[in-house]
C-alpha cells in the first residue's frame, strides 16, 4: 500500500528504481555535481568580492583637486585596472568559468 500510494503522488519518473520508479540516482554522481557546484560557486563570489572592493575602492577615491592631479589620479586607476585583471580570483573565473559550467 506505501508504495502504491507514493506512485499516485510523484510521477514514476521522480521516484528511485526501489521505489517502483524509473529515475536512476546515484548518491556518488550528485555528491560529485553538488562538489563542483560548490567549488565554482566560491571561484564566483571570490572574484565578485574583488570587484566590489574595487568599485568601493572607485567610488570612495576623492575626485582630483585641480587639473595637476587629474594623470595621477588616472595613473592610480589605471594601476588598480591592471591589479584587478591580473587578479587569481578573476583571472579563474575568466579563463576557466566556462568550462566549469560545462562540467556541471
Keep these: 500500500r506505501g508504495i502504491r500510494s507514493l506512485q499516485s503522488h ?6 528511485p528504481v526501489n521505489l517502483g520508479g524509473t529515475c536512476a540516482h546515484s548518491h556518488a554522481v550528485w555528491l560529485s555535481y553538488r562538489l563542483r557546484l560548490e567549488s565554482f560557486s566560491q571561484c564566483c563570489e571570490s572574484a565578485l568580492c574583488l570587484l566590489g572592493e574595487t568599485l568601493h575602492a572607485l567610488e570612495t577615491e576623492p575626485l582630483p583637486a585641480n587639473n595637476q592631479a587629474v594623470p595621477g589620479s588616472m595613473q592610480s586607476h589605471q594601476q588598480l585596472m591592471a591589479s584587478v585583471l591580473a587578479d587569481e580570483r578573476l ?9 566549469m559550467l560545462a562540467r556541471l
Aim: glycine share 14%; no cysteine; charged share 25%.
Design 10 to 15: 510523484v510521477d514514476s519518473e521522480q521516484l
Design 91 to 99: 583571472t579563474l573565473v575568466q579563463r576557466e568559468g566556462g568550462a
